[in-house]
């Protein structure tokens, strides 16, 4: 079956640190993936995503590369902000399947400390 | 625009007792989810419905869980019994549907915290 493994956390950085999540996954047809982010308090809110093998999701400095050969979608920033501090989830939607239901990872919560 | 409502936000009750969580998906998304969360488990998939195609309710726990789609907007998600272990966020998401199979990107509610005493 469908499945994404993510690395667990918590994730602590200093702000304007690099930040790299892990994501990788198993699916049965041509999934899409996703990286959604829960602040405090807050629901979920997509962050990015990508539908393809090798495009590439970005926003709010948030990048992540759909990777077929490694069935990997890492989610990246180049310099974090308190304001970053929030649980991600990575999550794929499995198109080819007809299995149209997110399967989220587990989630990784990130504190960045000023 | 307004995007996914869900009601009541809070919601205790006993153990034994049925409880009814709404949700108002975005105007035009014909796709409607409910997602459970808990501390445990993790994000899961619970239902799913497709315009008028059957539900996909593969992800119920128990059959204490139905959920219905009325007028193919807003979706009620019944939980018969209570138990404790039912206590949970539940999380509701709309979206469009783009061809035939593929749903485009989930949009999601804020919420409905369960709490079963």
């Known amino acids: 079956g469908n499945s994404v493994t993510q690395m667990e956390g918590p994730v602590t950085l200093s702000e304007e640190a690099f930040l790299t999540i892990n994501c990788t996954y198993t699916?049965?047809?041509?999934?899409?993936l996703f990286w959604y982010v829960q602040y405090p308090g807050e629901g979920l809110q997509l962050l990015l995503k990508?539908?393809?093998?090798?495009d590439k999701g970005s926003n709010k400095g948030f990048e992540a590369t759909y990777r077929k050969e490694t069935t990997s979608f890492h989610l990246e920033k180049g310099s974090v902000q308190v304001s970053d501090s929030a649980v991600y989830f990575c999550?794929?939607?499995?198109?080819?399947?007809?299995?149209?239901?997110?399967?989220f990872g587990k989630g990784t919560r990130l504190s960045v400390i000023a | 625009g307004a995007g996914v409502s869900q009601s009541p936000s809070n919601k205790v009750t006993e153990k034994g007792k049925d409880v009814e969580l709404r949700c108002d998906p975005i105007?035009?998304?014909?796709?409607l989810y409910w997602y459970r969360q808990s501390l445990g488990q993790g994000l899961e998939f619970l239902i799913y419905?497709?315009?008028?195609?059957?539900?996909?309710k593969s992800g119920l726990p128990s059959d204490r869980f139905s959920a219905e789609r009325t007028g193919g907007s807003v979706s009620t998600l019944t939980i018969q019994r209570t138990q404790q272990e039912d206590s949970a966020v539940y999380l509701c998401?709309?979206?469009?549907?783009?061809?035939?199979?593929?749903?485009?990107?989930?949009?999601f509610g804020p919420g409905t915290r369960l709490t079963v005493l």
């Open positions: 419905f497709q315009g008028n195609s059957a539900p996909d």
């Open positions: 999550a794929l939607s499995d198109r080819g399947g007809g299995n149209t239901p997110l399967v």
């Open positions: 998401a709309s979206s469009l549907v783009v061809s035939q199979g593929w749903t485009d990107t989930q949009y």
């Open positions: 699916a049965t047809g041509y999934p899409s």
């Open positions: 990508a539908t393809k093998a090798d």
């Open positions: 105007s035009g998304h014909t796709a």
